[in-house]
């Protein structure tokens, strides 16, 4: 048996990493010319670190990420909605890691390298097509000037390559653009002084205006923390053509986010000064798909955002995609034939998938602030006059079971 897997993000290299340790072979193409550490903050879940965890990697992440300890839901005024115990205080086995995306795809990546050997990962291959045998598949990549680098063979192949992925769009051929649901996020990280205890997420404010703070890794001194900060408002209607397209890296106009400044209250930061002394800033339009009527083709299946790309509602993304890996990997060493295998895969991981998608569409577990907001535009003084918290517990708790999320015991 041997796998292709397209893409060297987070779902491709943990899919190699838990075939590595099946003893199924396999090689990794990623179109980029190296791997860069790219993007800011992501969240890893309980559910997403347990496979790390089992790869070997639990130490080596504990060394480039904050453990998150606490996840409050306020007001966009600043009031707390709800606060959760997460990770290990929460009772978990494993920590909830806040990690730079880009420092989470290193250690990956050298992972890979290290086990799979130089090899492993075969950069400056971007697939351009594909083609069935009943006993195969081959697939075909170019380099960056368009160049062809000829055929590989393979039992199966796996596309993680990303929200524009090249093999849903044959797959799905009908399908177009991804859909924008008018939210316009700014993204960026920078040392800064530790707020509460150095290890709490804040998400304040809904769908209409939010702003999500939290630091995911250590900074130079004791009582500083690398803090990534998302803004996000509405500037359009679900629907739209989003006014630039979705790109990961493209650059954002800091003029453009000021005036949504004032919008936030958080009392533990200074926003604006936060903000103001981020290095570099990232535009992301808010899109995702529609679920996907089919994942797989013969010999040929999607993971990760290639197969459901989300709105970042509930730190999601990077974990179903571990979660894709983990069933991946389960189906093929239970089934010799490899097309049962992908079918089976399909069958469990697309229906969970695509009912997060929908929920994400809602805002996820923090629908709980739009529906204390919608009651209280201007906050409140006492939060059970305004909603039961037994409520936003249901709220939050239907959402985290619909995800794959054990109970936690705390
Ligand atoms: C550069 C970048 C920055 C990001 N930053 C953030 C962030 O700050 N916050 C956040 O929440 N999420 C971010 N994401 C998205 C997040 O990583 C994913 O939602 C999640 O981790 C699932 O990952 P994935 O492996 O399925 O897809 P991705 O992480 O998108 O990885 C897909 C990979 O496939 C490669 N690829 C695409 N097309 C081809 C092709 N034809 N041939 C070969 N390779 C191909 C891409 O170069 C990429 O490396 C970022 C993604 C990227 C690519």
Aim: charged content about 25%.
């Amino acid at each position: 048996m041997r796998v292709i897997i397209v893409g060297a993000g987070i779902g491709g290299l943990v899919t190699a990493l838990h075939l590595h340790e099946a003893g199924i072979e396999c090689e990794v193409y990623e179109r980029s010319e190296t791997i860069r550490e790219l993007g800011v903050g992501i969240n890893l879940l309980p559910h997403a670190v347990g496979p790390l965890a089992e790869l070997g990697l639990l130490e080596p992440l504990r060394e480039i990420a904050v453990e998150t300890r606490e996840l409050r839901y306020a007001h966009r005024l600043g009031h707390t909605i709800l606060s959760k115990p997460c990770g290990l205080a929460a009772g978990y086995q494993v920590p909830q890691f806040s990690i730079h995306r880009g420092r989470l795809q290193g250690l990956l990546y050298r992972a890979v390298v290290e086990r799979l050997g130089a090899d492993g990962v075969r950069t400056g291959h971007r697939l351009t097509g594909f083609s069935q045998r009943a006993e195969g598949v081959g697939a075909m990549f170019a380099d960056r000037s368009g160049r062809p680098l000829g055929e590989r063979e393979g039992d199966i192949l796996v596309a993680a390559d990303g929200i524009h992925s090249t093999v849903r769009a044959a797959l799905l051929p009908d399908e177009g653009a991804p859909r924008w649901n008018g939210v316009l996020m700014w993204r960026g990280a920078t040392e800064w002084p530790a707020y509460l205890d150095g290890r709490t997420m804040i998400v304040a404010g809904g769908n209409e205006a939010k702003l999500v703070l939290y630091p995911v890794g250590a900074g130079a001194s004791a009582d500083t923390r690398l803090t990534n900060w998302a803004l996000c408002v509405k500037a359009g209607s679900p629907g739209d053509p989003p006014p630039r397209r979705e790109d990961w890296s493209r650059p954002g106009d800091r003029g453009e986010v000021g005036p949504h400044i004032p919008r936030f209250r958080i009392p533990e930061v200074d926003v604006a000064a936060l903000i103001a002394a981020t290095p570099e800033i990232f535009e992301y339009p808010m899109c995702d798909r529609d679920p996907a009527p089919l994942w797989t083709q013969g010999r040929v299946t999607l993971l990760g955002d290639a197969a459901h790309p989300m709105y970042p509602m509930g730190s999601n993304g990077a974990g179903q995609a571990i979660q894709d890996a983990v069933s991946l990997v389960r189906c093929l060493r239970e089934r010799a034939d490899p097309v049962a295998a992908l079918r089976a895969y399909e069958d469990e991981r697309r229906p969970v998938t695509g009912d997060i998608v929908l929920r994400n569409r809602v805002g996820g577990p923090e629908r709980v602030i739009d529906e204390v907001e919608r009651r209280a535009p201007d906050g409140f003084a006492h939060l059970d006059d305004v909603i039961d918290p037994a409520e936003l517990d249901r709220i939050v708790a239907s959402y985290a079971a619909a995800t794959g999320m054990p109970r936690s015991t705390g």
